[in-house]
């Protein structure tokens, strides 16, 4: 069944992705494990998406198809009309280095370069990115554009992951529990840098966490359990990252 279009949005808003129909499974030996059963699901430009699910409810296996890093088992994935689910390696790596910004939990910074360095390994293989120094001061971070990650803070290092994900000027950003590792004052500081870029850049953004909380910030929530979409609803009212509470 063909996705219908989110409540609350003009009909003619721009599709960015939209899964139909999408199964993940897994083959473990003997035992098969459903990571994904049948999910239908949009993306809107410009929009803030919060995917909200306990562990293994296949939140980050969906955001991992959509992103290019893996291929469903069955159903189709497209990115603004363009088939994503039966491409090749040569071209999905394409799509992910051009259009796609990823956030993970976990850092993955390179601990002899500095910020900036760091930032600038995206740059150097970009088509039209901003520079390192413009992507960590959208951040706030200009004034550590020259700290080694071992001088910044867990905040400010994934603050570097998200400004590193953002410079090539990426069409979605896909964020993998982006607070996970962070306590809830660091983690109030990395959300409002990612709703900074959502807001001011424009750029369709997919959170996936476990927070119930981090969903209030969000325009449309959906939840996911075991491999399916539970529910969907939409946020009247959005709630500044700073007045979250976990």
């Known amino acids: 069944m063909t996705p219908e279009a989110s409540p609350s ?5 721009e599709i960015v992705f939209e899964a139909v129909g999408v199964t993940k499974v897994y083959d473990m030996g003997e035992v098969k494990v459903h990571a994904l059963r049948g999910v239908d699901l949009r ?6 998406l919060v995917l909200l699910g306990p562990s293994g409810s296949g939140k980050s ?4 198809i959509l992103g290019g890093l893996d291929l469903p088992t069955d159903g189709r994935v497209s990115y603004r009309g363009r088939n994503l689910s039966g491409a090749d390696d040569a071209t999905r790596t394409e799509y992910r280095r051009l259009h796609v910004g990823f956030v993970f939990q976990f850092y993955n910074l390179i601990p002899s370069l500095t910020a900036k ?3 600038a390994l995206v740059t150097e ?3 039209n990115p901003l520079s390192p120094a413009d992507a960590l001061r959208i951040v706030g971070l200009g004034d550590r554009i020259n700290h080694f990650p071992a001088q910044l803070s867990g905040g400010e290092q994934q603050r570097v992951a998200i400004a590193r994900a953002i ?4 069409d979605v950003l896909l964020c993998d529990e982006p607070t996970g590792a962070l306590d809830i004052t660091t983690g109030v500081v990395v959300l409002e ?3 900074r870029i959502n807001r001011e850049l424009g750029t369709a953004t997919a959170v996936i966490t476990h927070n119930a909380a981090v969903a209030e910030i969000a325009d449309r929530v959906i939840q996911i359990s075991n491999g399916r979409i539970a529910s969907e609803r939409r946020n009247e009212t959005k709630l500044p990252a700073r007045e979250l509470r976990w």
């Open 9 to 13: 949005l003009p009909a003619d808003t």
């Open 43 to 48: 993306l809107y430009a410009s929009e803030f």
């Open 61 to 64: 296996t969906l955001l991992n």
């Open 117 to 119: 360095e760091n930032v």
């Open 125 to 127: 293989i970009s088509r």
């Open 167 to 170: 410079a090539k000027r990426p």
């Open 193 to 195: 840098a990612i709703d």
